[in-house]
């Protein structure tokens, strides 16, 4: 088990921005590709954003190309989505989830957070 935990989430006025973090006590972490992935109410879960175990290769969602980025710090542990120009269709539960190798595919992802609640107003 590798448990991932994630922070930052917040109202936000939209044009706003907002940090997400996700760390893990486990120090096999910074080997596993991190991705961001999220869920509104009544909808399924989708992908936002990916980042390999290196931080040499990120993938984005094209919905928020542009306005989001993804960032890790392996010496802290830590993978980043730094959201700005946020719309109130970012509106969601964000999760980060974890694998070895690297996808964009929900499916492909063996350890998930609890989520934290992003909520943007117009």
């Known amino acids: 088990q590798v448990p991932l935990v994630e922070s930052g989430g917040g109202l936000v006025q939209a044009g706003g921005s907002l940090r997400l973090s996700c760390t893990s006590s486990?120090?096999?972490?910074?080997?596993?590709?991190t991705a961001w992935f999220r869920q509104a109410p009544g909808k399924g879960r989708e992908f936002v954003s990916a980042?390999?175990?290196?931080?040499?290769?990120?993938d984005y969602a094209d919905s928020v190309k542009g306005r989001f980025t993804i960032s890790r710090d392996n010496a802290k542990n830590m993978v980043y989505l730094q959201m700005n120009s946020l719309k109130p269709e970012d509106t969601a539960v964000y999760y980060c989830?974890?694998?070895?190798?690297?996808?964009?595919?929900?499916?492909?992802?063996?350890?998930w957070g609890q989520g934290t609640q992003v909520t943007v107003s117009s």
């Open positions: 980042i390999n175990w290196s931080g040499g290769s990120t």
């Open positions: 486990s120090r096999t972490f910074s080997a596993y590709a």
């Open positions: 989830a974890i694998k070895m190798g690297y996808s964009t595919n929900v499916r492909g992802y063996d350890y």
